[in-house]
């Protein structure tokens, strides 16, 4: 028997079959998009204060090849091996939640979300969202007769256990959207319709109990229910999302241009270069440019569902619905909340909002959908 020599042409052919270039190269674009519009919303702040207009810059930049390598490293990886040590990243993730409560913490801006590591941070709530996917996977992947009503207790449990420490942080948008992820991977996983409906039911139950006997702070409650009457809220609470829709507003439809715009330069949006980015494009770009980026972001949902019709397995199919569920509803609320018509709850914008965390968070997400539709294409 004779085979036929694997040209070079051939086997690179063979690779890019493999890779979806589309969503390697839509992901690229939108980080790339969000270091220009980090450094757009910050040179201006930064230089008035005498500091380096470029500080910001740099970080991102530095925080995008980080993110670049896990993409690349998670890619290569057999997304199946994971299965194997789903147990000990749980139980890792748990141990970092704790310890990040605990003095070892950083507290900073009212809350006790990061680990400091020299001039950096590592927030464990960023990862702790691919955790809970990869968690969830193995868990339904070890079900194939079907989950039941001890399936939907024990994976609320595993579920509630980093939701309520993220809590405790407090990093409520986080929990928010953990929660979503849940939902979604056990509609995916084939969970019955009655129990996800009775899961719904009980959110809505223990949030009316945590607003009644004060589980959440006050100005907790004020930030998720000032978008539905925003009049009557208190100035200090809706300031920035007022600020982020002038901003927005003054964009009209083709912008005022890159670098312009008076609230982005004079730094009328307080930290406009985390969960208010948005605001940034809307004024720089207007709502072409932020049409085009709402676009940008419907093409990497598209091709994630499309691996997860690919995956030829039960847990591919279920990380790619997990991943999808964390993209879609974080730019859907972060979006909605620049706009005023979402609750404030402090999610990233995914690629774009600063944050060294986030960004590897993200792009971890990219790798693991990466791994699967390398390995559903034959």
Not at 24 to 53: F, Q, R
Not at 93 to 106: F, R
Not at 145 to 167: K, N, T, Y
Not at 303 to 311: K, M, N, S
């Amino acid at each position: 028997m004779t085979y036929a020599p694997v040209t070079l042409g051939t086997r690179s052919r063979q690779v890019s079959a493999r890779i979806d270039v589309l969503l390697l190269g839509v992901t690229g674009l939108l980080a790339l998009t969000g270091v220009v519009m980090i450094y757009s919303a910050t040179k201006g702040k930064l230089a008035l204060a005498g500091e380096d207009p470029r500080y910001f810059l740099k970080r991102q930049a530095v925080f995008l090849v980080l993110g670049l390598v896990v993409m690349v490293a998670l890619s290569l990886f057999d997304y199946r091996r994971l299965e194997q040590f789903s147990t000990v990243l749980y139980v890792g993730i748990v141990l970092a939640l704790l310890a990040v409560l605990s003095p070892v913490g950083s507290h900073a801006l009212g809350s006790q979300r990061w680990f400091a590591l020299g001039p950096l941070q590592l927030q464990p709530s960023e990862f702790a969202t691919l955790v809970l996917i990869i968690a969830i996977a193995t868990y339904c992947t070890r079900r194939p007769e079907g989950l039941d009503f001890r399936d939907l207790v024990r994976l609320v449990l595993m579920s509630a256990l980093p939701i309520v420490l993220i809590i405790k942080q407090p990093d409520l948008g986080t929990a928010i959207v953990m929660l979503v992820i849940l939902m979604v991977m056990l509609a995916v996983a084939g969970m019955p319709g009655r129990y996800l409906l009775l899961l719904i039911v009980g959110a809505v139950v223990l949030v009316i109990f945590a607003l009644n006997v004060g589980l959440l702070k006050h100005y907790q409650i004020v930030r998720l229910t000032s978008f539905i009457s925003p009049e009557g809220a208190n100035q200090s609470v809706t300031y920035n999302v007022t600020q982020a829709k002038d901003a927005i507003a003054h964009g009209g439809i083709f912008g005022q241009g890159l670098f312009h715009g008076a609230v982005t330069n004079l730094a009328y949006v307080p930290e406009q270069q985390t969960d208010f980015i948005f605001s940034a494009v809307g004024e720089q770009l207007g709502f072409v440019g932020a049409g085009v980026l709402l676009l940008l972001y419907g093409v990497v949902a598209w091709r994630v569902l499309r691996t997860a019709q690919l995956a030829r397995d039960t847990y591919g199919r279920l990380i790619c619905s997990g991943v999808f569920a964390l993209l879609v509803f974080s730019v859907f609320e972060n979006v909605g909340m620049n706009m005023g018509i979402m609750p404030v709850a402090g999610i990233p914008l995914p690629f774009l909002s600063y944050g060294g965390s986030a960004m590897i968070g993200f792009m971890a997400a990219i790798g693991l959908v990466t791994s699967v539709h390398m390995r559903s294409v034959r």
